[in-house]
């Protein structure tokens, strides 16, 4: 498979996790959706749990073609970026919906920007 390839299939699974498949996570990775739904002291910091469950989901689903074009078995380094990916992921969704920060168009170029560089690294290894 051609590196290129791997490239848009990293792109094209952002695009799948990030806008299809977040499902009633996109609400519940906001502050505001737990205050509204389950205003209990006890859900206050649920959120966060919503937002880990998102950036897991998203990194594994960049990484797959990743993983799926290796001839090789995984580096360490594609390891290190899945959970580095996963942590970035999370604060820059918290960001946006949570400190509202930062916009659509700056979570999405910030999730751009590790994609390109995690498909950098690996063509590198």
Same mark, same amino acid.
Do not use: C, E
């Given at each position: ?12 699974? @952002? ?5 299809? !498949?977040?499902?009633?996570? /996109? ?8 205050? $509204? =739904? ?36 995984? @580096? ?5 970026? !899945?959970?580095v990916n996963? /942590? ?7 960001f946006k $919906? =949570? ?27």
């Amino acid at each position: 498979m051609s590196i290129f390839v791997v490239l848009i299939l990293m792109f094209l699974a @952002h695009i799948v996790d990030d806008f299809y !498949l977040q499902g009633i996570l /996109a609400s519940m990775k906001q502050k505001g959706w737990w205050k $509204a =739904n389950a205003p209990d002291k006890l859900y206050k910091h649920d959120y966060i749990a919503a937002l880990i469950v998102h950036a897991l989901s998203w990194a594994i689903m960049i990484t797959l073609p990743i993983l799926y074009a290796s001839t090789w078995d995984p @580096h360490w380094a594609v390891y290190l970026m !899945l959970a580095v990916n996963m /942590a970035i992921h999370a604060t820059v969704d918290d960001f946006k $919906a =949570n400190r509202r920060k930062i916009n659509l168009i700056t979570d999405q170029s910030i999730h751009i920007t590790q994609i390109v560089f995690t498909w950098l690294v690996w063509s590198a290894l």
